[in-house]
């Protein structure tokens, strides 16, 4: 187990989108972070307090998370210093990046030396299956998007939070390094050896309740050039009955891939729709889900009008606005 309550460790992220992981958790459970760490050149701010190695300490924190979630999944160099002074004060360190803490030999002879912990939540805990796309009972729902982080793992906690609230059978299911740190449990998807990725997302979501959903946190875009094959696990794993397509309109390119768009609404429903009715030909793409933070109200409440009368699908900012409307939709699937 994890110990918390948790400094996030912002590093030096080079935009606020780089600290996803950590901007999740204080979304999400804002009760686990007590406070940020930021480097020199830090560009983004959780509107946390910043704290010290020391002052987190005194503060009762019990474990540093690395919250950045860099191209790559790297462990700096100029991270080093940090990490070691944390586990001298007496702090354990949780990272989700695909560079494993315990694979930096100085961190773990530290860590070693001080008695504290060393968390790679981003390691899978089981020899997961081969998929076989049979049929199972139950209900699912996955987030698919036009980009990489546009939002698709906040529509699902925020379709839970709704559900929850109407006492329906839901659970979330997290695929990725925040939504594990968020729930404690999950599969980390993109670590998962490609030939068992689909057949981790079956052992995920089981056979359950006929009135019960699982809300698939979505990874990648079928669009992405470099992370389209996770997004594809899901499709064929989950096996959704019904789909939500996630957008942010401000973007200029694809994340990462200044040569590359972002396809259009239209492309996704179509695209995602083929390849989700290869293993249920029943699903259904129910809502539209727009992130529109960069957005003012009247802008956003303006675009999501637009998007609505061209789609014909209830299109809500979950997070801003709630997500009722969804799950109106969902269900009536």
């Not at 990272?95 to 939540?121: F, I, P, Q, T």
């Not at 059978?169 to 729930?183: E, M, N, P, S, Y």
Request: hydrophobic fraction near 40%.
């Amino acid at each position: 187990m994890i110990n918390t309550p948790y400094l996030l460790f912002l590093g030096d992220a080079p935009d606020p989108l780089a600290a996803k992981v950590a901007q999740g958790i204080k979304d999400w459970r804002p009760e686990l972070g007590l406070g940020q760490y930021r480097m020199d050149g830090c560009k983004a701010d959780l509107g946390l307090p910043d704290l010290s190695i020391a002052e987190a300490v005194a503060a009762g924190c019990k474990t540093l998370v690395i919250g950045v979630a860099n191209r790559g999944g790297v462990i700096s160099a100029e991270w080093k210093s940090v990490l070691i002074e944390a586990l001298e004060a007496g702090l354990d360190i949780a990272s989700g990046l695909h560079n494993l803490l315990r694979d930096e030999a100085d961190l773990v002879a530290k860590a070693e030396k001080e008695g504290r912990a060393l968390h790679d939540v981003r390691i899978p805990s089981v020899a997961y299956p081969i998929a076989t796309g049979k049929p199972r009972s139950g209900k699912r729902c996955l987030a698919v998007g036009t980009d990489c982080s546009v939002g698709k793992m906040y529509t699902a906690l925020a379709m839970e939070k709704e559900m929850r609230a109407r006492n329906a059978k839901v659970t979330f299911r997290a695929t990725g390094q925040t939504g594990i740190l968020i729930t404690g449990d999950g599969v980390p998807l993109d670590a998962v050896i490609a030939d068992f990725m689909a057949g981790s997302v079956e052992y995920l979501t089981p056979d359950n309740d006929a009135d019960h959903w699982d809300l698939i946190e979505g990874q990648g875009s079928l669009y992405h050039a470099s992370y389209s094959g996770v997004t594809m696990a899901l499709i064929h794993g989950g096996q959704p009955d019904a789909l939500i397509l996630c957008h942010e309109p401000t973007r200029e390119h694809m994340r990462g891939l200044p040569d590359y768009q972002q396809p259009t609404l239209e492309e996704l429903r179509d695209t995602a729709l083929v390849l989700a009715r290869v293993v249920n030909p029943g699903v259904q793409v129910v809502g539209i889900s727009v992130n529109t933070q960069h957005l003012s109200d009247a802008d956003a409440t303006a675009y999501l009008a637009k998007v609505e009368a061209e789609l014909g699908l209830p299109t809500v900012d979950p997070f801003r606005h709630g997500a009722a409307r969804l799950v109106d939709a969902l269900e009536n699937c």
